[in-house]
């Protein structure tokens, strides 16, 4: 059936399609960033156009389901399925099936070079160990299945190019698909911990070793995946080990000390697409190795690479912040690196503590350059998830800070 026709001459239609088949077409017309009626549209068109039959699709269990198409397209739909002698049921199963065969969903872009971001911040308990596993997680969610995303303003005018979609929207849109390593490069071991693994024992092998030159093994042999099946063998951590506490001692005999950390990831690199590292809250020289490490290197776009500083919405984190960008300036100057900064994440925000998170937030949200990329709220879904020792996505995916993650995953993509 079909109602009259409404101001932009479409007409809506109501038929059934197989709750497998509809999801489908929804993913892949997110995917593709159209429409879901306009996919319909394609889809009748492509099977009133076909020369021959198409091959029965199951339509047991089919549902209810309703689009807005072109006035005049359904009634050419029905007499095409009549001289088919096909159901309307069946006919639009047919065609929607043949749109997905004719549209294949989008392979998931590969940086060239990995991207390499470095989370960091000189005070501790800022929650950067949190900000890492989010943000890994986001990336690495199934690109053919669907999440609810609040996207920003400048990631909705990639939705709609006439610039009205409402910037505090939620869109289920597809997962980034990428491979990510989450590098726990903290001494205190708390991404190892919160994401359910032990740390690496003393006396064996460990990331501050191969920075260190003395190593007995392989690096990749460290490297475990997170077992979740939302993340489909994606998402790897390199584990920590407590000797990172010495690494600035046995990093001032090593040579070329500030490229320690990217010689000793170099042999794996080439298997990820994102690799993140938990930063320790130091001013040392394992900090310098990290911002050696973002930095961008020759022929990588301004912006793959760089650090993420991780804030809260009080007046110590801005001292923090300030001896941090400090050291990283000094940096860029005696090294000469280039080092973008993606950006501020102001992290445990909450509204109800008053005059000073409101006020600090709007000091950070006045800072231009880095500016800020996500402000993620003090609930209770991280906590419980770092209590259960599992990730925050996968614990509770639908939270508001696992939207939070998806927003900043990308907004700094």
Same mark, same amino acid.
């Given at each position: 059936m079909a109602s009259p026709a409404t101001p932009g001459d479409r007409e809506k239609v109501v038929s059934k399609l197989p709750g497998q088949l509809r999801q489908d077409l929804k993913v892949r017309a997110a995917q593709l960033r159209i429409e879901i009626q306009t996919a319909v549209e394609q889809s009748v068109d492509i099977w009133c156009g076909l020369a021959s039959v198409s091959a029965q699709v199951d339509t047991s269990g089919a549902d209810s389901f309703s689009t807005w198409l072109?006035?005049?397209?359904?009634?050419?739909?029905?007499?095409?399925?009549?001289?088919?002698?096909?159901?309307?049921?069946?006919?639009?199963?047919?065609?929607?099936?043949?749109?997905?065969?004719?549209?294949?969903?989008?392979?998931?872009?590969?940086?060239?070079?990995?991207?390499?971001?470095?989370?960091?911040?000189?005070?501790?308990?800022?929650?950067?160990?949190?900000?890492?596993?989010?943000?890994?997680?986001?990336?690495?969610e199934d690109s053919g299945a669907l999440y609810p995303v609040r996207v920003s303003k400048h990631f909705a005018a990639l939705l709609d190019e006439? &610039?009205?979609?409402?910037? #505090?929207?939620?869109?289920?849109?597809?997962?980034?698909? @990428?491979? $990510?390593? %989450?590098?726990?490069?903290?001494?205190?071991?708390?991404?190892?911990?919160?994401?359910?693994?032990?740390?690496?024992?003393?006396?064996?092998?460990?990331?501050?070793?191969?920075?260190?030159?003395?190593?007995?093994?392989?690096?990749?042999?460290?490297?475990?995946?997170?077992?979740?099946?939302?993340? &489909?063998?994606?998402?790897? #951590?390199?584990?920590?080990?407590?000797?990172?506490?010495? @690494?600035? $001692?046995? %990093?001032?005999?090593v040579r070329a000390r500030e490229a320690a950390l990217e010689r000793a990831l170099a042999p794996v690199e080439a298997d990820f697409d994102v690799i993140i590292v938990d930063c320790p809250p130091s001013l040392g020289l394992s900090m310098d190795a990290a911002v050696h490490y973002g930095r961008r290197r020759g022929n990588e776009a301004p912006g793959s690479s760089g650090a993420l500083i991780v804030v809260q919405a009080e007046d110590s984190s801005a001292d923090a912040y300030d001896l941090l960008t400090t050291q990283i300036e000094d940096l860029r100057g005696d090294l000469a690196l280039e080092l973008d900064y993606l950006g501020i994440v102001v992290n445990h925000y909450d509204a109800r503590r008053g005059y000073i998170a409101t006020s600090s937030l709007q000091a950070w949200m006045d800072i231009k350059e880095p500016r800020v990329v996500g402000v993620i709220g003090d609930l209770k879904e991280q906590k419980e998830a770092v209590r259960l020792k599992r990730p925050l996505l996968a614990y509770a995916p639908k939270s508001d800070q696992a939207v939070g993650m998806r927003a900043l995953a990308r907004e700094i993509s």
């Open positions: 072109p006035v005049g397209q359904w009634d050419a739909f029905k007499a095409t399925a009549a001289d088919r002698k096909v159901s309307l049921i069946q006919g639009l199963a047919q065609a929607v099936q043949v749109w997905l065969q004719a549209n294949p969903a989008p392979t998931v872009e590969r940086p060239e070079i990995p991207r390499r971001i470095i989370v960091c911040n000189q005070k501790g308990g800022v929650g950067k160990t949190a900000i890492t596993a989010g943000t890994g997680e986001a990336l690495a006439n &610039g009205s979609a409402d910037p #505090l929207a939620l869109e289920d849109l597809p997962g980034m698909g @990428l491979r $990510v390593l %989450l590098v726990d490069f903290d001494p205190q071991c708390h991404l190892t911990k919160q994401l359910g693994y032990t740390p690496l024992p003393m006396d064996g092998d460990s990331l501050t070793k191969h920075m260190a030159g003395d190593t007995t093994g392989e690096l990749r042999d460290l490297i475990v995946p997170i077992e979740e099946e939302r993340f &489909g063998q994606r998402l790897h #951590l390199l584990p920590s080990c407590n000797d990172a506490f010495l @690494l600035d $001692v046995r %990093l001032s005999g």
